[in-house]
């Protein structure tokens, strides 16, 4: 029991420590650090950084467009909102009445936050012994720097990770509910939650395809619908969340007429078109250190013969390849997880050690000044409020 105590305080330590941190020279409104300059706004550059302001219209309104008409001038279709689906929103919704809109957002991406890194060490300690597990779940707080930086502003994807982790370490464990009650959960969060269940259902009749396809097993021996049933609440809870956007915006389909919001293009690779209006630059080189770093992943869980690990990875990194948005890291936050679990022998080395303590200063600044600059512009705070 002590033993548990003391790792729980450790988690919570690895969770809360790295984005207080980020918080500190904004809440101390330092003009600058190691020669960045930060705005002097207090925590609200923190509560305004994109997407945040978004949700708390949510939070507030619950997709009303008249409401959202009356109160908000951001240039943006009310059908825009439907973009962001409803669990994060409510969650803040829920916890306002003790902390107010703005510190409710970043109370529940906190807790968020917490709940990926918790169920982050569950997973790994299946692979890792606990020293290596706490280090490798270090390793996953701040690393990437893009990762830290959507966990320490209002944010959905802490929230839709934490959910995508725990449903597929249940689903590995064969615990059927739980995978398919966290799945629906990462649904209600974020869209592409269906991969997951795309993913499952390959992963499910992987180890019977080739008697499918030989016809020598009847696909209703293999795909056992008493036992999967539980993941299928996954596409049930989009239907759901399409169903309230009837409701509420008279639109069943409204998250696909909700504007420039869905970046997915044809051909793949079409990132590199810097006329795309999400793009804007030809500076892209490192895009495609994201794509080597994908694909030796999935490769390397192929080998290692994870099969639900490689279905989702594979089917979410392919997904990437058609996105033509600037920030694609963001888009591929979901597989960090199990990429670095592919890694976790190299990840433990002493030599990688040494690299996390010196790369460690300037994801810090990476994301002080990613912060600093990525905030939208609010001239009248009370509607938030």
């Not at 409803?86 to 709940?115: D, E, I, K, Q, W």
């Not at 249940?170 to 629906?184: C, D, E, H, R």
């Not at 793949?268 to 078109?273: A, K």
Request: overall charge positive.
């Amino acid at each position: 029991m002590q033993e548990k105590l003391k790792r729980l305080i450790l988690l919570l330590a690895i969770s809360f420590l790295p984005t207080l941190l980020i918080w500190l020279p904004f809440f101390l409104r330092l003009k600058s650090f190691w020669g960045i300059p930060l705005p002097q706004n207090g925590m609200a550059t923190i509560v305004a950084n994109y997407d945040g302001p978004l949700f708390l219209v949510v939070a507030k309104t619950f997709y009303n467009p008249e409401l959202i008409k009356q109160n908000y001038q951001f240039p943006l279709p009310t059908e825009y909102y439907a973009s962001h689906f409803p669990l994060m929103p409510t969650l803040v919704r829920a916890f306002s009445f003790f902390l107010g809109f703005p510190y409710a957002m970043l109370f529940v991406t906190l807790a968020s936050s917490f709940l990926a890194v918790y169920f982050f060490y569950k997973f790994i300690s299946q692979y890792q012994n606990s020293k290596n597990s706490l280090f490798l779940t270090f390793i996953f707080s701040i690393f990437p720097a893009r990762w830290l930086i959507v966990r320490s502003v209002g944010s959905a994807e802490p929230l839709f990770i934490a959910a995508i982790i725990a449903s597929i370490y249940y689903f590995q464990k064969n615990k059927y509910l739980s995978a398919g009650i966290w799945g629906a959960l990462a649904q209600l969060t974020k869209s592409p939650a269906i991969l997951l269940f795309v993913a499952y259902i390959a992963a499910y009749l992987t180890p019977n395809i080739k008697g499918i396809i030989s016809a020598q097993k009847k696909f209703k021996y293999v795909f056992n619908l008493r036992e999967i049933w539980p993941i299928f609440l996954i596409p049930v809870s989009l239907f759901g969340v399409f169903i309230f956007y009837k409701i509420q915006l008279n639109d069943f389909f409204a998250y696909f007429h909700s504007g420039d919001n869905i970046h997915l293009f044809f051909p793949p690779f079409s990132i590199f078109n810097y006329s795309s209006p999400w793009v804007g630059t030809f500076w892209l080189e490192e895009i495609l250190f994201v794509y080597l770093f994908g694909i030796l992943g999935l490769l390397k869980l192929i080998r290692q013969k994870r099969i639900v690990l490689s279905w989702f990875v594979g089917i979410f990194f392919l997904s990437t390849l058609f996105v033509s948005h600037r920030d694609i890291i963001r888009y591929s936050l979901p597989i960090v997880p199990f990429i670095l679990t592919a890694y976790s022998n190299h990840l433990s080395s002493k030599d990688f050690k040494i690299a996390l303590a010196i790369i460690a200063v300037p994801i810090y600044l990476f994301a002080l000044a990613y912060i600093s600059q990525n905030v939208m512009p609010i001239s009248n705070w009370s509607p938030f409020l």
